[in-house]
């Protein structure tokens, strides 16, 4: 291909892969779970400021030790534009394409850019972390600038700099990210390890002066989480599900020891680079908390330079071509699956029928307290207590107390139904899917809403006040 040929096939990539990234966002409006505990933080961070904070909207309150950034940058932003800050998910990925493009071509040659960019935005692990609004895609972006700071050809203080105020960034947007970034900097510091101090003593001191020393409580919080949780998920299950889900996540990985073998000696960056595949490959692999995957998603910048930059000639591009359709398959696949499977209660989308039962519930309780409303599956309990403006049976998944709690919960839920709550857990509101088998005594519960597989029950004796609204809410909704 020509140079202006393959300047326009970067171009088309760009546009392409932004628009596959915001898909779910321009045809549903809202996608994720996740995020609306990120809402729900910056709307506490409006109100109370962010030191201390405690999101009170868990059965047990939470005392919020998780990275600052993504949450106060939400609570500086309008309540009234919250729809459109989902779009900063699928922009830094496209962000991040371009910077993976702009290195490969600054490194080697405009080839390898292309090469490089159809790997990276046609991985799955890439589609997964920005279809929704998280901190993982503003991670992985920062993540990327470092690895490309201290693989630069001729690093040098600005590099340095550049590194440092990125891994803090790392270190103040998203907690895995920044165990995979104390990772690389440790392998890093095989090849120099005085720009590996530098830049990790650089990073952690910004972060502290930054934050004015809230990253000190998240650094404990995040100890504190590694050490509650400890080894107990730790089962040769759990090392083979890591193994399956970083295949499917990033299919060339299967293709970087051919390309080893095809591919020339590398040289002094291409070895960093496949130190830092590596590094995270091994860190996902062995990672025993469950989601250890994650880990290798961070690798996606660098298993697209080192196949873009790998020197096989006709063999990567055989080889990144391979990738490359098994990625099509995969993100098609992913783009067909996740609507089907949030109508079963998976926290991919929010579905406008949940929006609909969250908007009667609003309603109906904006005279009176928070509810606490019981979300079966506990998987949508996070898009509930954003959009009813509820309170949920359920603890923090971001700390290791709340992780324990949970599994308790859900294991009491599975055997006894409702009558395995505690005092404290009774709801005033019961919201399940079809999918969900669940017996309510029918003189303690009221039908609110039901409509497309989602019903909603409240508790009987409630308030006169909150009574009268019932009816016209539900009309009003269900007439739409």
């Not at 800050?85 to 490194?107: E, G, H, K, R």
């Not at 039962?357 to 207590?385: E, K, N, T």
């Not at 324990?404 to 899917?433: I, T």
């Amino acid at each position: 291909m020509s140079t202006p040929a393959i300047f326009c096939a970067i171009m088309l990539l760009v546009v392409g892969h932004c628009l596959v990234r915001s898909y779910f966002l321009l045809r549903y409006g809202w996608a994720g779970g996740d995020t609306y505990y990120h809402f729900v933080l910056a709307e506490q961070i409006r109100i109370a400021g962010i030191a201390q904070l405690s999101n009170k909207r868990f059965v047990v309150p939470e005392a919020v030790d998780y990275p600052p950034l993504l949450p106060f940058l939400l609570s500086r932003m309008p309540p009234g534009y919250v729809r459109r800050f989902q779009y900063i998910a699928p922009l830094s990925d496209t962000l991040t394409l371009i910077v993976v493009i702009a290195a490969a071509y600054w490194w080697w040659n405009p080839g390898a850019a292309l090469i490089s960019g159809l790997v990276y935005s046609l991985t799955p692990y890439t589609f997964d972390m920005a279809y929704s609004l998280n901190p993982r895609p503003i991670g992985n972006l920062f993540m990327s600038l470092v690895l490309i700071a201290l693989v630069s050809p001729a690093p040098g203080i600005w590099t340095i700099a550049l590194a440092a105020v990125c891994g803090c960034l790392v270190l103040l947007t998203h907690r895995l990210t920044a165990q995979s970034f104390a990772a690389c900097l440790a392998i890093f510091a095989l090849f120099n390890v005085g720009y590996a101090i530098g830049v990790t003593a650089l990073a952690v001191g910004l972060a502290v002066l930054v934050s004015r020393r809230l990253y000190l409580i998240s650094m404990k919080g995040h100890i504190s989480f590694l050490r509650a949780i400890g080894f107990a998920k730790c089962s040769a299950v759990n090392f083979y599900n890591n193994f399956i889900r970083i295949v499917s996540g990033n299919p060339y990985i299967l293709l970087i020891v051919g390309m080893g073998i095809w591919g020339s000696v590398f040289d002094l960056q291409r070895q960093i680079l496949a130190a830092w595949v590596m590094t995270l490959l091994l860190l996902a692999q062995l990672w025993p908390f469950g989601e250890g995957d994650r880990h290798f998603a961070n690798a996606s910048s660098s298993v697209a330079l080192l196949i873009g930059g790998s020197g096989a000639g006709g063999y990567a591009w055989v080889l990144a071509a391979l990738g490359m359709a098994c990625g099509i398959m995969l993100i098609g696949a992913k783009l067909y699956a996740y609507p089907r499977l949030a109508a079963r209660g998976a926290g991919t989308l929010v579905m406008p029928t949940l929006r609909e039962g969250c908007a009667v519930v609003r309603a109906v309780y904006q005279h009176a307290d928070r509810p606490l409303i019981l979300v079966l599956p506990q998987s949508l309990s996070y898009q509930v207590m954003y959009f009813a403006d509820a309170r949920v049976v359920l603890a923090s998944g971001g700390t290791g107390a709340g992780l324990a709690y949970n599994w308790d919960l859900s294991a009491r839920l599975g055997q006894f139904g409702l009558n395995g709550l505690r005092d404290e857990e009774q709801p005033d509101v019961v919201m399940f899917l079809d999918s969900v088998r669940i017996e309510l005594p029918h003189a303690q519960w009221q039908l609110l809403f039901q409509r497309g597989g989602l019903s909603i029950y409240w508790r009987v004796g409630m308030s006169i006040q909150a009574q009268g609204h019932v009816g016209a809410c539900t009309c009003a909704v269900l007439s739409n």
